[in-house]
């Protein structure tokens, strides 16, 4: 019989990263409901506190809905240097414990810990320290979950939220998938959930009942994928060296635009931007596309790519204005943005070791 080869996997979790932040940092926020980004009159809201959330306020929520849910909601402006500030603070914990971290974000990352600078082989202590380690240093918490895998590890971050953490044993990922809700499995979304319910698809094990066949053939590629990850399968290596396959910069505006000329002065604001990001790390790319976000809510985008690499504010601006006039705009527009892809980076590969150990 092959022996099974397995990783120790912890993935961290900040608890409401962004507004945690501006709770830290004024007090007075402190056990108020709380939105960062966005209004009560427009935009989007990037983060929400615990207390918000209460109301059922949301990340990706339009601010307009949010209120209406919570009357005393206070709006705040992002700060997004501090939050990287702070990110870089955590990353650096992180790192003195493992090599082999993948940020997601910057309030997230896995980690590989199956071989750890600290010789711990317990990845469930190791998480516990390192939660630790990042309230001495921030004042923040943070959730972990942990297990052979990022899927489970992922799932497992969630499960008892905030401030604290989650092992699932080799010998209890299947019994704890099973037992899943189909909503809380990662990368099912609301849509998908919702398909899943027509067949009779509820939880894990309901979903682990149905074939190979039934699956590929109802949700495609993706269903391959639902079918190995309900037996606790999946891969994928944790990836130290995460390459960007886009970088971009967008603007959401106060008032609604309607001539190109006002759009104009907006794009050359995000081409500097984005320029700004480009250098930063060394990055250059080919496609160059322009987001527009009308005022009902659609949503379009024109590409093109160029025979060069370009990183520079001018041609971006220049292919960006190119792309602006290249047909009639719907409606007047609330947003733009500007990204660029098919980047001048090279995908590096990880060599990770697999052992099997007593977790």
Same mark, same amino acid.
């Given at each position: 019989? =092959? *022996?099974?080869? /397995?990783?120790?996997?912890?993935? $961290?979790?900040?608890?409401? %990263?962004? +507004?945690? #932040? ?113 309230? =001495? *240093?921030?004042? /923040?918490?943070?959730?972990?979950? $942990?297990?052979?895998?990022? %899927?489970? +590890?992922? #799932? ?117 931007? /984005? ?85």
């Amino acid at each position: 019989m =092959e *022996e099974i080869k /397995l990783r120790k996997i912890i993935h $961290i979790d900040m608890d409401a %990263f962004y +507004a945690s #932040v501006e709770q830290k940092d004024f007090p007075e926020l402190i056990g108020k409901p709380l939105a960062v980004g966005g209004s009560e009159i427009r935009g989007v809201i990037s983060a929400a506190s615990y207390e918000a959330r209460k109301f059922g306020v949301r990340s990706a929520m339009s601010g307009v809905q949010a209120k209406k849910l919570c009357p005393d909601l206070v709006f705040v402006r992002p700060r997004f240097e501090r939050y990287s500030e702070i990110s870089k603070i955590i990353r650096k914990i992180f790192y003195e414990y493992t090599d082999l971290v993948e940020p997601l974000s910057l309030d997230e990352a896995y980690l590989d810990v199956t071989q750890n600078k600290k010789g711990n082989p317990s990845a469930s202590l190791l998480a516990q320290e390192i939660r630790k380690r990042i309230f =001495e *240093e921030t004042g /923040l918490t943070a959730s972990a979950g $942990i297990s052979i895998n990022k %899927f489970v +590890a992922k #799932v497992a971050s969630d499960y008892n939220k905030p401030n604290g953490q989650k092992t699932v044993n080799p010998d209890e990922v299947e019994p704890f998938l099973e037992a899943l809700d189909i909503r809380k499995f990662y990368g099912i979304g609301k849509v998908t959930a919702e398909r899943m319910y027509q067949f009779g698809i509820y939880t894990g094990k309901d979903l682990k009942n149905r074939s190979l066949e039934f699956l590929e053939q109802h949700f495609g590629k993706s269903g391959t994928h639902y079918y190995y990850i309900v037996r606790g399968i999946h891969n994928s290596p944790v990836k130290p060296n995460r390459i960007s396959k886009s970088v971009g910069a967008e603007r959401t505006f106060n008032e609604n635009l309607s001539s190109e000329v006002f759009m104009e002065e907006r794009l050359e604001s995000i081409a500097k931007e /984005l320029e700004k990001r480009l250098q930063k790390h060394k990055i250059a790319g080919k496609t160059i596309t322009l987001k527009i976000k009308y005022s009902d809510f659609s949503q379009q985008t024109r590409s093109k790519t160029l025979p060069y690499f370009i990183s520079d504010k001018a041609l971006l601006l220049e292919t960006a204005k190119e792309l602006l006039y290249q047909e009639k705009l719907k409606e007047s527009v609330r947003l733009l943005g500007i990204s660029l892809n098919n980047l001048n980076t090279e995908v590096k590969k990880t060599v990770v070791v697999q052992l099997r150990f007593e977790f």
